[in-house]
């Protein structure tokens, strides 16, 4: 994929995170954005981090309690294959973290949600050296700000950072 063509596919990064940002709020956008993701075909580790997160959120607008289950196996899978292509890129990890760290507990989904939060911290706290793009690391920050999966000093770390 050519430069050019990185800016007008449909997979380019910016417009898989606003899709991505619509879809947690919107089953009209995430029915969209499942849509638009079901049909990836190729092996981008990010890109299928996006694909496993719109299962994970039509698991919410899913009929029955086994379908549901379903999507967040199968989520779940997605997300293992996608850290296994590339293990330290951060938003992939923030990708999975975000869902995980929102299942209910008793399914049992939530496995990596400890050691994601623990890479995700120590790769924001290196920022601007941390890979994260600004938008990215606003993103990842507030999000590990504002649901407190951060405290103490390294969130007032956090907060002092510059983007």
């Known amino acids: ?11 380019a990064l910016p417009k898989l995170r606003q899709h991505y940002r619509q879809a947690a709020a919107d089953e009209a956008a995430s029915r969209r954005f499942y849509e638009l993701m079901n049909a990836y075909t190729e092996r ?10 719109s299962e994970a959120i039509m698991a919410k607008h899913t009929g029955g309690l086994f ?11 997605q997300f293992d294959h996608a850290v296994q292509l590339n293990p330290r890129n951060p938003e992939i990890r923030f990708l ?30 290196q920022h601007p050296k941390s890979g994260l793009d600004a938008e990215s690391f ?26």
């Open 138 to 163: 606003r993103v990842v920050r507030d999000f590990m700000l504002t649901h407190e999966h951060v405290r103490g000093p390294q969130a007032a770390q956090l907060r002092q950072l510059p983007e």
């Open 1 to 11: 994929m050519s430069v050019s063509d990185a800016h007008t596919t449909p997979y």
């Open 44 to 53: 981008d580790a990010v890109v299928l981090a996006y694909k496993a997160a």
């Open 96 to 125: 999975r973290f975000s869902i995980e760290s929102n299942l209910p507990g008793f399914l049992g989904a939530s496995k990596h949600v400890d050691e994601d939060r623990e890479m995700l911290t120590t790769t924001l706290l």
């Open 67 to 77: 379908d549901k289950l379903d999507r967040v196996k199968s989520a779940s899978r």
